[in-house]
């Protein structure tokens, strides 16, 4: 049952059900967490293990490269994912369709660590490698969209910025338990040892946060406006069709928008691995470190700058963070050419604190471009279509670059290039409109007191 709220406008509350919203919060928080603890281990497997592994025979930076080419597979699947589960989303409701696709990347996150390497099963490896990732991304796909909308959807909606970033927090979150769990297996077991078998307990140990997010999301209902749009009979007949015919630029600019903040991540949380290692010969455990303290900032940063988002220009802020990141991304490569531990460290901090201030308004940009019956497939469309060529191409793009120059330049051209595509998305975008979602919260609350009566 809905119950009482926070003041949102002169006349009418926002109703917000305070437990079910807790619980929202969790849910949302600990699938996205999964999901980029998953993503965080096989980037940094990608960069230091799968090499040797899977590709055993390439020299080591095709090997790299091929690896990495594994890593991208996971966002090419993404939009099959977008278009399955993020229909589904608006079809059968949030809740279930988070669910499945808990299920699906745990599972194939598990297989991953059980998978014998290429000495054992010769080419079956790679290619079953990649079959396993190619079904994780598939359900990353379809988990974004509904875990942003099951904490946003009961929050109080002029607060959107804030509520949604709890799947926002996801990313740091995961990534901090991937590298803090790859910086203890490195440091408690010999470099041979955590070659053979040691970075799979890393994928295997997935199981727990499996276990521990469908405890959550089993005990939770769906979000009250999704069962007002049910009730009232609003919901899209064919919603993927009815956001490419009736939502385009909104699509568009929800696209654009997400294209730099990926890339940038995966220059500080990817790429940054296989630089600091191989070009300026920082020590595997000093890179990791970095990460997970970069990481450990985010936790806070992230819902700060959703919060500022909800009382200062959603876009405004989110074009700021922008410009920063890309400048950012150049200083980077001068702050550590020195090959400064503490300098890594200010870098990565630095470079992932203006991608917080990115991704904490993203979650609520992106759902507030798309009407309510249509928000679930919108978002998951353009969340997963923007992985495709945000993060899935650049590492891919900064090792390709970095080999054939021998520079950092390139790279740093590269981001700023993908941060003017950013830039055009966030003018394209609309400004957040709350009266839609205030609709159909309060027409839930009328709708439980008619079921209150009918009862009684």
């Known amino acids: 049952m809905i119950g009482e709220s926070t003041s949102v406008g002169a006349d009418r509350p926002a109703p917000v059900d305070k437990k079910g919203l807790a619980k929202a919060f969790a849910a949302s928080l600990t699938g996205t967490a999964l999901e980029w603890y998953d993503f965080a281990v096989y980037s940094a497997a990608a960069a230091l293990i799968f090499p040797q592994i899977f590709f055993p025979d390439s020299d080591p930076l095709t090997g790299t490269l091929l690896a990495f080419s594994t890593y991208a597979v996971g966002y090419v699947a993404r939009p099959i994912g977008g278009f399955v ?56 796909g379809g988990e974004w969209g509904g875990a942003v909308l099951l904490s946003s959807e009961y929050g109080n909606p002029r607060q959107r910025g804030f509520w949604s970033s ?92 997400r294209i730099a903040p990926d890339v940038i991540y995966a220059l500080f949380t990817v790429f940054a691995i296989t630089y600091g290692t191989r070009k300026l010969g920082f020590d595997r455990g000093e890179v990791l470190t970095a990460i997970l303290i970069g990481s450990a900032f985010q936790l806070g940063l992230i819902p700060l700058a959703g919060a500022i988002s909800d009382r200062i220009n959603r876009r405004l802020v989110y074009a700021v963070a922008a410009v920063g990141g890309v400048a950012w991304s150049a200083i980077f490569f001068v702050v550590i050419g020195g090959g400064s531990f503490p300098l890594l460290i200010v870098g990565v901090v630095v470079g992932l604190g203006f991608h917080s201030f990115m991704y904490g308004p993203q979650a609520a940009f992106v759902t507030e471009q798309f009407t309510v019956a249509l928000r679930s497939t919108g978002s998951s469309l353009a969340y997963t279509i923007a992985g495709v060529f945000g993060g899935a191409m650049a590492p891919l793009i900064f090792t390709y670059l970095l080999s054939e120059t021998d520079s950092w330049v390139p790279i740093a051209v590269y981001v700023l290039i993908v941060g003017a595509v950013t830039l055009v998305g966030l003018a394209l975008g609309r400004n957040p409109d709350p009266t839609e979602d205030e609709h159909y919260a309060l027409l839930a609350i009328e709708n439980a007191r008619h079921a209150r009566e009918s009862e009684a």
């Open 166 to 257: 709890a799947a926002q927090i996801g990313p740091p979150a995961g990534n901090l338990m991937a590298n803090g769990v790859l910086a203890i297996l490195t440091v408690s077991m010999t470099e041979a040892q955590f070659e053979s078998w040691g970075w799979r307990l890393a994928f295997l140990l997935s199981a727990l946060l499996v276990g521990f997010g469908l405890w959550i999301r089993l005990k939770l209902e769906d979000t009250p406006v999704f069962k007002a749009l049910q009730e009232s009979g609003d919901r899209a007949e064919a919603p993927i069709r009815e956001v490419f015919t009736t939502q385009t630029r909104p699509l568009i600019a929800a696209i654009l928008s």
């Open 85 to 140: 589960f993020g229909r589904l989303g608006d079809v059968i409701g949030r809740k279930q369709l988070l669910v499945i696709t808990l299920l699906l990347i745990g599972v194939t996150t598990f297989a991953i660590g059980l998978l014998p390497g290429y000495d054992r099963i010769g080419v079956a490896a790679p290619i079953i490698l990649v079959m396993l990732r190619f079904a994780q991304g598939v359900a990353v």
